[in-house]
């Protein structure tokens, strides 16, 4: 049972991912035809220097039904429920609230001095504690796939760290793998084992690259 | 050390270490316990500032620019040509509308998206057109011209509030784009 933990914990995330992108499948479609990007434009472009700002004046009636036209579709636009930015958003609230629900459900610490001859086998499944702990786990990395995902283009080395969406990256993906180690060390150890504090700092970095983005 | 404590320290370590919070603002501890989103650009909240601007243009929130650029683009004698338009206004509107653009430029907000403006503006940037800050031509580098400049109802990256549906409440997600003649644009 034990050996198949971390099977349990990538394939889980692997199907909550993978539902997730069911969102989003075809973002990544090609489309040849399209021209050069919009940027190459948009520093000296002669079109923008006279009159880049006023909207709507001096123009002819039917440019501005045109523009009242899509001014209204605006309005009328109700962004997606389900995107793979929100896969992402809620992905990770689970992660930080199952690993609380983890914390609060932890055992009593294990006996270290004057000892019973005979304690009871440790329990590396089946408790609320043990199930908490491997949804959390599941969830992180679950979430950190999606932000690959969905916000690989937010992540740019070149800004340093005090890039509020490289920091993020950098602590949500640290504070996964924390999570995923203590979940993994436990779950192989028969005899108590150190491991909450890795977790803690796991869940905690989580909740704080959320935090720095929210 | 007990589990509570042990968290509470390890939380409070993990927030003194994020630097660019410590350093950046006075106000970090009323950032910390606000739980209110944002992710953002901080919307436009004074009318003097939304009437002045807005009566010819999209009032851009002062979340997109550093304040060194608003200095610029808000000093009277720049207003005499503000992008090829006589946009002079009297002495003490412009003072009240400087004063606000600056006081809430990106490098004076908790807005994420303004920090990251103001992050790149660190390294030396300081443009008049929003459209010129590193971070935005990046966000928009892979629209094509078809659907901006070729695009009859949007023409410029300039009208932000042609294409972000939420413009106006300064969200700029990608998820409340909707380029016009372009639903799938996405696609």
Redesign the interface.
């Known amino acids: 049972m034990k050996h198949n933990l971390s099977f349990y914990i990538v394939s889980a995330g692997i199907c909550i991912t993978a539902y997730s992108g069911t969102v989003n499948a075809d973002e990544a479609a090609l489309i040849p035809e399209l021209p050069s990007a919009a940027s190459t434009y948009t520093r000296s472009a002669p079109f923008i220097a006279p009159r880049p700002y006023i909207i709507a004046l001096n123009e002819s009636n039917a440019s501005s039904k045109q523009a009242e036209m899509a001014v209204n579709k605006a309005a009328e636009f109700e962004p997606p429920l389900f995107s793979g930015s929100n896969a992402h958003k809620y992905l990770g609230l689970g992660t930080v609230l199952f690993a609380g629900l983890t914390a609060l459900t932890a055992p009593e610490e294990e006996c270290e001095t004057n000892c019973p001859p005979v304690q009871p086998p440790r329990q590396t499944s089946g408790t609320s504690h043990t199930r908490f702990a491997r949804t959390a786990a599941a969830l992180a990395a679950a979430t950190v796939t999606t932000g690959l995902l969905y916000h690989w283009n937010d992540f740019h080395l070149e800004d340093g760290f005090s890039d509020p969406d490289n920091q993020h990256a950098l602590l949500g993906a640290t504070g996964a793998l924390l999570m995923l180690y203590a979940v993994n060390k436990s779950a192989k150890s028969t005899v108590p084992t150190s491991h909450a504090g890795i977790a803690e700092l796991g869940g905690v970095a989580m909740a704080v690259a959320i935090k720095i983005t929210w | 050390m007990n589990?509570q404590l042990?968290?509470a320290a390890?939380?409070s370590g993990?927030?003194l270490m994020?630097?660019?919070?410590v350093l950046a603002e006075e106000d970090f501890v009323g950032w910390?316990l606000d739980?209110s989103?944002?992710?953002e650009v901080k919307p436009v909240t004074d009318k003097q500032y939304q009437d002045e601007c807005g009566e010819?243009?999209?009032a851009y929130q002062p979340g997109l620019l550093p304040a060194n650029s608003w200095e610029k683009l808000l000093a009277a004698e720049a207003l005499h040509d503000h992008?090829?338009?006589n946009a002079e206004m009297d002495k003490e509107t412009l003072s009240a509308v400087r004063a606000y653009a600056v006081e809430n430029a990106a490098d004076k907000s908790w807005y994420?998206r303004s920090?990251?403006i103001a992050?790149?503006a660190?390294k030396g940037q300081s443009p008049l057109?929003i459209?010129?800050l590193r971070y935005i031509?990046?966000?928009?580098?892979?629209?094509?011209?078809?659907?901006?400049?070729?695009n009859?109802?949007v023409?410029?990256?300039?009208?932000c509030?042609?294409?972000h549906?939420?413009a106006t409440k300064g969200v700029f997600?990608?998820?409340?784009v909707?380029i016009?003649?372009y639903p799938d644009w996405?696609?």
């Open positions: 589990t042990r968290i390890i939380l993990a927030l994020n630097s660019t919070c910390l739980f989103r944002t992710k010819c243009h999209f992008f090829g338009d994420k920090r990251k992050a790149a660190a057109r459209t010129e031509e990046r966000k928009h580098h892979d629209i094509p011209e078809k659907m901006v400049k070729g009859k109802d023409k410029s990256l300039s009208y509030d042609k294409c549906t939420q997600d990608t998820d409340t909707l016009p003649n996405d696609d």
